[in-house]
């Protein structure tokens, strides 16, 4: 069993920052999970992928939309993925989700059938 828990969403002005976190608890049956990802969904809009993390590897993508301002992280002793968000924009407000998986194709991670496993998620509000 995989359980996926994110913190650390909330109101923050345009051009503030937030680091949100994703605590991955995997039981010992469970294969390990290394493909994790960021996705989000605004209000009245589908789900997008905005960062990508394969955490053997360390392998590392983004949607062009953050680019320079995200940054997808690990902390592998304590089970943690990360999205440091800088420069906010009220267009980042959002649903934000963690998504975890075995294996998929790197080249679609953006593709979130991929995906086995998702958090419940964090709501992110960028204010004007």
């Known amino acids: 069993q995989v359980q996926l828990v994110e913190s650390g969403g909330g109101p923050v002005q345009e051009g503030g920052s937030l680091r949100l976190s994703c605590a991955v608890a995997?039981?010992?049956?469970?294969?390990?999970?290394?493909?994790m990802a960021w996705f989000r969904q605004a209000p009245g809009k589908g789900r997008e992928g905005v960062a990508y993390?394969?955490?053997?590897?360390?392998?590392?993508y983004y949607d062009d939309s953050v680019k320079g301002r995200f940054t997808i992280s690990q902390d592998g002793a304590k089970n943690t993925l990360y999205l440091h968000m800088d420069s906010l924009k009220p267009e980042d407000t959002a649903l934000y989700y963690c998504?975890?998986?075995?294996?998929?194709?790197?080249?679609?991670?953006?593709?979130?059938?991929?995906?086995?496993?998702w958090g419940q998620g964090t709501r992110v509000t960028v204010s004007s």
């Open positions: 998504a975890g998986a075995r294996l998929l194709f790197e080249d679609r991670w953006q593709s979130e059938g991929q995906y086995e496993y």
């Open positions: 995997v039981s010992t049956s469970s294969a390990i999970i290394r493909c």
């Open positions: 993390m394969h955490t053997g590897t360390g392998v590392t």
